[in-house]
């Protein structure tokens, strides 16, 4: 089965950067895209970022355009998430997502979810 495991989380400034790592079990970047979503308290799950599985095109939300990165090491099943010049509103639960299909990653309906990894950014 495929695992995902988010890690990178934590407590940052406003204005500072954060990279979230998501681990993938062995053959996940050979079939599937994958993608970041994020869920604050009260909020429904956004989409942030996504990345093909082949190609290696990738997608952003327009709040984090120019400031998030999206990008994946096949060598290590690992997909990043460079976040920069954070906002207090980029605060949420990351949570990476996987599957076969970039469409589904995109919409939200991927097979596959890490258990999250909280980002908190203080003002």
């Known amino acids: 089965q495929v695992q995902l495991v988010e890690s990178g989380g934590g407590l940052v400034q406003a204005g500072g950067s954060l990279r979230l790592s998501c681990a993938a079990s062995?053959?996940?970047?050979?079939?599937?895209?994958m993608g970041w979503f994020r869920q604050a308290p009260g909020k429904e799950r956004e989409f942030v970022a996504a990345?093909?599985?082949?190609?290696?095109?990738?997608y952003y939300a327009d709040s984090v355009k120019g400031r998030f990165t999206i990008s994946r090491e096949a060598a290590k099943n690992t997909v990043y998430l460079q976040m920069s010049s954070l906002k207090p509103e980029d605060t949420a639960v990351y949570s990476c997502?996987?599957?076969?299909?970039?469409?589904?990653?995109?919409?939200?309906?991927?097979?596959?979810w890490g258990q999250g990894t909280q980002v908190t950014v203080s003002s």
């Open positions: 997502a996987a599957d076969p299909f970039e469409w589904n990653v995109r919409s939200g309906r991927s097979g596959f």
């Open positions: 062995r053959g996940t970047f050979t079939n599937f895209a």
């Open positions: 990345i093909s599985r082949d190609s290696g095109t990738t």
